[in-house]
């Protein structure tokens, strides 16, 4: 049950527990992150479950060992041999050890007996139970001491919340709930206000530039019970992605897209400028630019158009297509084939990409169609599509994938912004990342 006590008029305080998640691979850089944390106001230390698999349970010892007046949370999720794995985690200085509501009755049995055998406590993460009111009844009576209403990562990717499941469970059992799914100062409150006891926060603090100040940015969201605006990547509604696009470089996007959906070969003709939005895709022949010009006219506000000229080298657009497209307030071009007038596009200052530059040009002879799928740059390009593109190249992303695809991108960025700093403070990318610890071992 959430306490709160009068602060001063108008402000109230609560009592909610924050839980750092620390979800990342290399022990040393786990505690120099807890260290960070714990001077901003972290209660609980979790090894996340990516360093319990990276480091095993020498992360556990270690953390103990340096925190020993901090609850330790051993993110275990165990699904199988629950006595066996509480043992082992409890022994290694787990206060709490995480089961997976998933598994069968009689793995979180066991792992209750065990957690009281060598005093600990046992935690049932619901993440993909389908009736979680009807689970957390059961592990309640079973002697679960919380239950954790949990949106996995790659679910929170595709824009999932906890709101309703707290609120069902809170109001159908009494057992203190845990919390986790992407949480940061701004949307902290809300699941306080829907019932939960512990806030569990991973990336937007160990991802964070500054990790103190991001953390004591969240405690006082949950001390106040009031959403404190994050500089860390907000959910954007599917109105907003184009917008989202434009905080993410072509670069994020392909390793969030596990180093795919860039064209090959397509480069920018203006350099230093950036471009996001839908695509409006135009099939045409080498120097047959009457579609392309009448695309122009066709396109909405901030739309790019993909233009396939199966690679021609004779010029399907220059200067005077450019001004039709900035006064039209398109986006940007990507034509897989050949563009002319580079000075006068550079003076534009217009998004251009393109395969060639070259001074020749067609005749308008009509062929081609648009808003059909193309090819250009090697990649299948459909209407609304989403293309990005700065002086790296330029990438596609499905229209359907839209959503996660960005999300990702901005975890790729605020994870890379973390390493930045930990560089600037007298590291090396080499020695942030323990490459010689994880080089595959060859023979």
């Known amino acids: 049950m959430i306490i709160k006590k009068i602060l001063k008029k108008g402000d109230f305080i609560s009592k909610v527990i924050l839980q750092l998640a620390l979800d990342i691979l290399n022990l040393d850089r786990a505690i120099s992150m807890a260290k960070e944390s714990l001077e901003g106001g972290v209660d609980w230390i979790e090894a996340g479950t990516p360093l319990i698999k990276s480091e095993g349970m020498e992360s556990i010892?270690?953390?103990?060992?340096?925190?020993?007046?901090?609850?330790?949370?051993?993110?275990?999720?165990?699904?199988d041999t629950g006595d066996f794995e509480t043992e082992m985690a409890s022994k290694a200085g787990a206060d709490i050890v995480s089961i997976l509501g998933a598994s069968d009755d009689s793995t979180i049995k066991e792992a209750i007996k065990a957690a009281k055998k060598y005093n600990s406590e046992i935690m049932v993460d619901l993440i993909n139970v389908e009736n979680k009111v009807d689970r957390a009844a059961v592990v309640q009576k079973m002697g679960a001491k919380y239950v954790c209403i949990h949106v996995g990562i790659d679910q929170q990717m595709k824009g999932e919340n906890p709101l309703k499941d707290i609120k069902d469970v809170k109001d159908a059992v009494n057992i203190t709930i845990a919390t986790a799914g992407g949480?940061?100062?701004?949307?902290?409150?809300?699941?306080?206000?829907?019932?939960?006891?512990?806030?569990?926060?991973g990336g937007a603090i160990t991802k964070a530039s500054?990790?103190?100040?991001?953390?004591?940015?969240?405690?006082?969201?949950?001390?106040?019970?009031?959403?404190?605006?994050?500089?860390?990547?907000?959910?954007?509604?599917?109105?907003?992605?184009?917008?989202?696009?434009?905080?993410?470089?072509?670069?994020?996007?392909?390793?969030?897209?596990?180093?795919?959906?860039?064209?090959?070969?397509?480069?920018?003709?203006?350099?230093?400028?950036?471009?996001?939005?839908?695509?409006l895709t135009v099939k045409t022949m080498s120097g047959d630019?009457?579609?392309?010009?009448?695309?122009?006219?066709m396109a909405e506000k901030g739309d790019i158009l993909v233009i396939d000229t199966n690679s021609g080298d004779v010029a399907v657009w220059g200067e005077l297509a450019t001004w039709s497209a900035v006064m039209r307030n398109l986006g940007g071009i990507v034509i897989d084939g050949a563009v002319r007038d580079i000075d006068d596009l550079k003076e534009i200052e217009f998004p251009v990409f393109a395969r060639y530059e070259v001074p020749d040009a067609g005749d308008p002879k009509g062929f081609g169609e648009i808003g059909c799928e193309v090819i250009c740059g090697g990649l299948k390009v459909n209407k609304g599509d989403y293309i990005v593109g700065?002086?790296?190249?330029?990438?596609?992303?499905?229209?359907?994938?839209?959503?996660e695809i960005i999300h990702r991108s901005f975890d790729v960025k605020e994870k890379e912004n973390r390493i930045r700093e930990e560089i600037k403070r007298g590291s090396t990318l080499s020695k942030v990342l323990k490459l010689k610890k994880w080089e595959k071992i060859v023979g």
């Not at 010892?61 to 699904?79: G, S």
């Not at 992605?241 to 596990?258: C, G, Q, T």
């Not at 630019?289 to 006219?297: F, L, N, S």
């Open 61 to 79: 010892r270690e953390l103990k060992r340096l925190f020993p007046d901090k609850k330790i949370v051993a993110d275990m999720k165990t699904m």
């Open 183 to 201: 949480l940061n100062s701004e949307s902290i409150p809300e699941v306080i206000s829907a019932g939960a006891d512990i806030v569990i926060v």
């Open 210 to 279: 500054d990790i103190l100040e991001a953390t004591k940015r969240i405690r006082k969201s949950i001390d106040l019970v009031k959403p404190i605006e994050s500089v860390e990547f907000k959910k954007y509604k599917e109105e907003d992605l184009v917008e989202a696009l434009k905080k993410v470089s072509s670069s994020n996007v392909s390793d969030a897209m596990h180093r795919g959906g860039a064209m090959k070969g397509i480069h920018t003709v203006v350099p230093g400028l950036k471009m996001a939005g839908k695509a």
């Open 289 to 297: 630019w009457a579609k392309v010009v009448e695309a122009i006219d």
């Open 390 to 403: 700065d002086d790296s190249g330029v990438v596609v992303i499905p229209q359907e994938e839209a959503q």
